[in-house]
């Protein structure tokens, strides 16, 4: 393996000493704004500690050009074309194509590629195809390097709407693969994909260790027309990214402790590698570890963007644990077997015995790949079901996340236009956060890793709706339990009245307000946002004949209320069962008649109306982060310190990862 340098370079044109006034948001455009968070407690760790996050921080920064090609083929020489020109253009930069331009930009960086992070459909730029070609042919060709070659096909990937319209399809019916953009196929019919690894599956029937086929690779074909596979790996595709990985996982090991040294060696030999039942052996290990109180995640792990749920994007999360708010996750992953048995679902799909739940509050340090800018705000890995239901499984909530997002909405006017009665205002005020942060620790901590499946069931029986079913699955049993009595028992909330205002708020929001992120025209086609409309609306069309739940008109304005709380937690119960029952069986029409019925079309009435109110209030419907910066303070050669710094320009970290932390050419 080629040396790195030891210290990367620091991002000093993007960084500052302290927040001064602390604003939360460092820059708006298009839909989106971008905040800053903090890292409390991170001053006061022990030096070791402060040590494994700074290199556990520099692993997790490059991945980022591999999530930028899994996302789609032409992300790299877009995106690397894009910021030459940003860094050399010489012209005027207060015209109106310019800032289209920029704010073009803005949006690659944000969505790790040309295509929404939200909605998967492709940007449609601002500026013009001619302006594009004026700008480039103003620039020296040495400063495009063998992107000028480029060029043409970069122009095409920006402007042809017909060319990469979206990155994941889901519609029914489509060959889900020939119509995604997205890069882990290539020139692979879903036909062929799916008697592919149908065939590795049924070769390994009655394993009771099921290796997650497909997981970290690209799926192709070689010159003879076979199907073959090109594995993530230190000597395969994205090894220039992986070696460095590597090299600062090494880095990171050598100042661990027991377990999470050998961990991180396991994963290590993952990443060199490819072996699967080498992941397998990193997560069990990784689940096992509760007391590390730095830890992280790195590696393939999600496989959201890829319609048929095999292939998993690239993510990194380095944090360690909020001791204070730790109570609250601990009370709950103690009490995980009473949760299970008392769960509404049939008893034949709970789990006799639940294994190794672990959860914990944390305060992130450093996001990366999939969870950068935008990140979750709950995390519950690993996913193998093998794996949850022997060793169990570790969440966590991300309180640092979750309070910079808060902090960022005060005053901006939302409640006081979307919620109509002052009530359901008031609790969501008092409460609104509690109910959320505990809708977070029961759908990452026991929701995902709830009930089993029924004996010889695949955990990719659901196909392209499994993930949103395997969402909604977790959220119902969140959803149900902030209203159970035993959370009052447990001393977690005072009363019914937190359940309460997470009912009202999650209700608007699946049923009304998530539309502001939605294109006009467009169906719902992410996962979360699929699973939140589908349990809004089953429950109101489950309940209108009690009007549990009402649409009210008020001055021309429409709003959604929650008329009887308890007869709506007993709702999702029932749904709760059902999605259940769909994923134990493996009941693929059932799940597909549910999702395609509640889910996916929106009322184009309704979808205006949101827009027309969020536009109002100059509201941004998403949120992502600029990341914090770690430099090491060395003395005799060797690190006495880590000093941490808050970055305050956007695309100025940006075009300092682009120049630090990419190592993938622009043909993968």
């Known amino acids: 393996m080629a040396s790195v340098p030891f210290l990367a370079i620091a991002c000093s044109a993007c960084s500052e000493q302290s927040f001064g006034e602390r604003p939360w948001i460092v820059d708006r455009f298009d839909d989106i704004k971008v905040i800053r968070y903090e890292v409390p407690g991170f001053e006061a760790l022990p030096l070791e500690q402060k040590e494994l996050v700074y290199y556990l921080s520099e692993a997790a ?31 005027d930069r207060t015209t109106d194509d310019w800032k289209a331009l920029e704010k073009y930009l803005k949006k690659v960086w944000f969505a790790n590629g040309i295509h929404h992070h939200y909605s998967n459909d492709k940007f449609v ?21 063998e992107l000028c070659g480029m060029i043409g096909e970069v122009c095409r990937a920006i402007f042809d709407p017909a060319l990469y319209p979206t990155k994941l399809n889901q519609r029914a019916g489509d060959d889900l693969l020939l119509t995604s953009s997205s890069n882990y196929y ?12 149908d065939a590795m599956a049924a070769a390994d029937a009655g394993n009771p260790e099921p290796v997650s086929y497909g997981l970290n690779s690209q799926l192709t074909k070689n010159e003879r027309g076979e199907l073959v596979e090109r594995t993530w790996r230190l000597d395969g595709m994205y090894g220039p990214a992986i070696e460095r990985i590597v090299y600062w996982l090494e880095k990171a090991e050598s100042v661990a402790a027991e377990p999470q040294r050998s961990n991180i060696a396991a994963l290590v030999n993952y990443y060199r590698t490819g072996d699967l039942k080498e992941f397998d052996r990193y997560n069990i290990g990784w689940v096992r570890d509760t007391v590390s109180h730095v830890d992280f995640v790195n590696g393939f ?17 380095v944090n360690f644990r909020d001791s204070v708010a730790c109570h609250r996750t601990e009370v709950i992953s103690a009490n995980a077997q009473w949760f299970e048995d008392h769960s509404p679902v049939d008893p034949a799909f709970r789990k006799p015995v639940v294994k190794g739940v672990s ?13 950068y800018p935008a990140t979750p705000i709950g995390i519950n890995l690993p996913n193998a079901d093998w794996i949850r239901k022997e060793y169990g499984s570790k969440s966590v909530t991300i309180d640092n996340i979750t309070y910079a997002y808060d902090q960022a909405a005060k005053g901006n006017g939302f409640k006081e236009e979307f919620v109509l009665r002052a009530e359901d205002r008031d609790r969501i005020e008092r409460y609104g956060k509690l109910a959320d942060d505990l809708h977070t620790d029961l759908h990452e901590c026991l929701g995902h890793g709830s009930g089993q499946l029924a004996p010889g069931v695949s955990a990719g029986a659901l196909r392209n709706y499994s993930s949103t079913l395997e969402e909604a699955r977790a959220d119902l049993f969140g959803l149900y339990y902030i209203g159970d009595p035993k959370l009052v028992e447990l001393g977690l909330v005072p009363s019914f009245e937190v359940a309460k205002a997470g009912y009202a708020d999650y209700i608007l929001n699946g049923m009304m307000t998530q539309l502001a992120r939605i294109e006009p025209g467009k169906d719902v086609e992410e996962a979360h946002m699929r699973n939140r409309k589908l349990i809004a609306e089953w429950c109101y069309e489950h309940g209108k004949a009690e009007k549990v739940i009402e649409w009210v008109e008020q001055e021309g304005k ?67 982060f600029v990341n914090p910066e770690y430099e090491p303070v060395i003395a005799d050669g060797r690190i006495v310190d880590v000093k941490i710094s808050y970055p305050a320009d956007f695309a100025a970290q940006m075009m300092c990862y682009s120049t630090d932390y990419s190592f993938l050419p622009n043909r993968n």
């Open 301 to 317: 792990i999600e496989d959201y963007g890829d319609p048929l749920g095999r292939k998993a994007s690239w993510e990194a999360n």
């Open 125 to 145: 730029p601002e500026f013009t195809e001619s302006y594009f070609l004026q700008l480039c042919e103003s620039i020296p060709a040495e400063k495009f390097g």
């Open 61 to 91: 920064k490059c991945g980022r050009d591999i999530l930028f090609d899994q996302n789609c083929a032409m992300n790299l020489p877009v995106r690397r074309t894009l910021e030459t020109i940003y860094a050399e253009y010489k012209g």
């Open 558 to 624: 429409r709003y959604v209320v929650v008329n009887d709380f308890e007869r709506l937690r007993a709702l999702f119960g029932e749904m709760l069962r059902e999605v259940q029952r769909i994923k134990s069986e493996g009941d693929y029409e059932a799940g597909k008649a549910l999702v395609e019925r509640y889910a996916v079309k929106v009322d184009p009435e309704l979808h205006r109306e949101v827009l027309d109110r969020y536009a109002a209030l100059h509201i941004e419907p998403y949120g992502g």
């Open 359 to 371: 959860a914990k509050v944390i305060t992130v340090a450093m996001l990366g790949g999939d969870c």
């Open 186 to 197: 290539r020139g692979v019919t879903q036909a062929e994909a799916e008697r592919f690894y």
